[in-house]
């Protein structure tokens, strides 16, 4: 059981992105398709954990200081880094291997997020700012990757949208370590030195804004709405506009922020409206609903 936390297997739900070109192209009744998704799911599932387990034993020595983090199965000494390392290296041939097997493409791109992760966990993380523009293009690479997987062309104001919430989140858990680890926060992860809580709440507050506007213009770009077969999608937007702000209010009242992941799975405010997200937009994408909104005159 150590062993598969060790994994982080909850953090795979940061892995959904993967079905966004699958959702969007309308490809979601093509089993064939959503086999290739699944696929490279479990493909960036497997470079993603390993991933986690270099970076735990990379931090063990922090991770033992960390008030959460110290109950992690490495840092706890569960599990041994040796092991930790040798599952490392049967996880990540494995899952490159089976992105590789989906499509060159595809394969490429799950080689460039494991690179560019290992930088992070081994020595970009110390950077200002790229630290948090490596976490972000982690996700676009997720969208990617199930954009190459089942060959299709995704929309560029998807892929914005996608890497300012990425952005967004990323600001968000900076935020969270900095006020709940207060003057160790440095000690625990040495990049916080270099920020500040008004300099990330300038940076929260513009990349809010960003998703929200590049998610609305996203919905009314003729070519999507030509893509998709429905004028409908701009009526998720207040959707859109409510999970930012509830996110916000956990943020900056109920002083969380720090896993995304925990609060997709614990908040219920953030699980409904993901939920009637995606029911609402699926509904109006393979029900090629027609409102005659866009476009309209007044």
């Given at each position: 059981?150590?062993h598969?936390?060790?994994l982080?297997p909850?953090?795979?739900?940061k ?9 969007f ?22 470079v993603a954990?390993a ?14 200081l ?8 490495i840092a706890?000494?569960?599990v ?23 499509s ?10 494991g690179?560019?992760n ?27 990757v ?9 929309s ?8 300012f ?9 900076r935020?969270h ?9 440095a ?8 920020y ?14 960003m998703?929200?506007?590049?998610y ?6 003729p ?10 999608l701009?009526l998720?937007v ?10 916000l ?10 896993s ?12 409904a409206?993901?939920?009637l ?11 090629n ?10």
């Open positions: 059981m150590h598969l936390r060790a982080r909850h953090q795979w739900v892995n959904v992105f993967v079905f966004a070109a699958l959702i192209s309308r490809s979601l009744t093509d089993p064939d398709l959503v086999l290739r998704a699944l696929l490279a799911f479990a493909a960036f599932s497997l954990s991933i986690y387990l270099i970076n735990d034993v990379a931090d063990y020595a922090r991770d033992r960390h008030p959460k983090k110290q109950k992690r199965p706890a000494g569960k041994k880094r040796g092991t930790a390392i040798g599952m490392a290296a049967v996880l990540m041939p494995a899952g490159l291997a089976l992105a590789f097997s989906l060159i493409p595809a394969g490429v791109t799950v080689a460039v997020y690179v560019m290992l930088s992070y966990s081994l020595r970009l993380k110390h950077v200002v700012l790229l630290d948090v523009f490596i976490i972000a293009l982690g996700f676009l690479l997720r969208v990617t199930g954009a190459f997987a089942i060959d299709v062309g995704i560029p104001w998807l892929l914005i949208c996608t890497f919430i990425a952005l967004f989140l990323a600001f968000c858990k935020r370590e900095l006020e709940s680890l207060g003057e160790d926060a000690a625990h992860r040495g990049i916080l030195a270099r500040s809580t008004p300099f990330i709440d300038k940076m929260i507050g513009a990349l809010a804004s998703t929200v506007m590049s609305a213009l996203y919905t009314i770009d070519r999507v709405i030509a893509r998709l077969g429905t004028d409908g701009v998720t207040p959707l859109v506009l409510f999970g930012v702000f509830r996110y209010y956990l943020v900056h009242i109920e002083q969380k922020g720090g995304p992941t925990e609060i997709v799975l614990t908040d219920r405010g953030v699980q409206v993901v939920a997200y995606g029911a609402c937009a699926v509904g109006l994408i393979y029900f609903v027609q409102l005659g909104l866009v476009g309209a005159g007044p």
